[in-house]
């Protein structure tokens, strides 16, 4: 079936440091799959973080990138230096469906030391 | 900007009664969607709607019933709540039926069944 895994959290990760979150899919049901991650910081909802639906192409967004790997079915998220204000759960989905469905990963929680 | 609105954010029920959530939202857009988040696993969809009058059955549809009177509201109503559906729900809300739409999500809605 169609399914996302992600990096089990929460994860902590000291302030400058950097970032990688795991993400890898199964998209058996889906011709062309999309990728994205979101991130739902404290108190809001979710919001797209970046999104590529190209196989190769890599998305960027507020120092985050994540770059589309058809051989290996990852998307994994990087960040060179994060940042206190990074601090948040962050979810990994595959969409690709006539409807406009996403399938989402279980969400890493991210905490920053300050 | 997309504005997503839930009502009520948080919502203790007990065994049995009835459980109406609310979702508005003020961008004209066709499809909306509810999810639910538990600990451990992503958002899993339960009901969708591509616009006015319709309901469509996500993954996890056992349960809940959708209503969308209008293009800007989508509600999910528990008949009979029950402890397993305490949750945090979510309502998100996408311009166009195509697999590239970004999700525009509410701030979520607490709900625990007593």
């Known amino acids: 079936g169609d399914s996302v895994t992600q990096t089990e959290g929460p994860v902590t990760v000291s302030e400058s440091e950097s970032l990688i979150i795991n993400c890898t899919y199964s998209?058996?049901?889906?011709?062309?799959?999309?990728l994205f991650w979101y991130v739902r910081y404290p108190g809001e909802g979710l919001q797209l973080l970046l999104k590529v639906i190209t196989a190769g192409q890599k998305g960027s967004s507020r120092g985050f990138e994540a770059t589309y790997n058809k051989e290996t079915t990852s998307f994994h998220l990087q960040k060179a230096s994060v940042q206190e204000s990074d601090s948040a759960v962050y979810y990994c989905a595959l969409g690709g469906y006539n409807q406009g469905k996403l399938i989402f990963g279980q969400g890493t929680k991210l905490s920053i030391k300050p | 900007e997309a504005a997503v609105t839930q009502s009520p954010r948080n919502k203790v029920a007990v065994t049995g009664g009835k459980v109406t959530l609310s979702c508005n939202q003020t961008n004209n857009h066709n499809n909306m969607y509810w999810y639910r988040q538990d600990t451990g696993h992503g958002l899993r969809l339960i009901h969708y709607s591509y616009g006015a009058g319709s309901t469509e059955k996500g993954d996890i549809p056992d349960g809940y019933k959708a209503s969308r009177p209008s293009q800007e509201n989508f509600s999910l109503i528990l008949e009979l709540a029950t402890p397993s559906q305490t949750s945090v729900y979510f309502c998100?809300?996408?311009?166009?039926?195509?697999?590239?739409?970004?999700?525009?999500f509410g701030p979520g809605t607490r709900l625990t069944v007593l």
């Open positions: 998100a809300s996408a311009g166009t039926g195509g697999a590239y739409a970004e999700q525009f």
């Open positions: 998209a058996t049901s889906i011709a062309y799959p999309n």
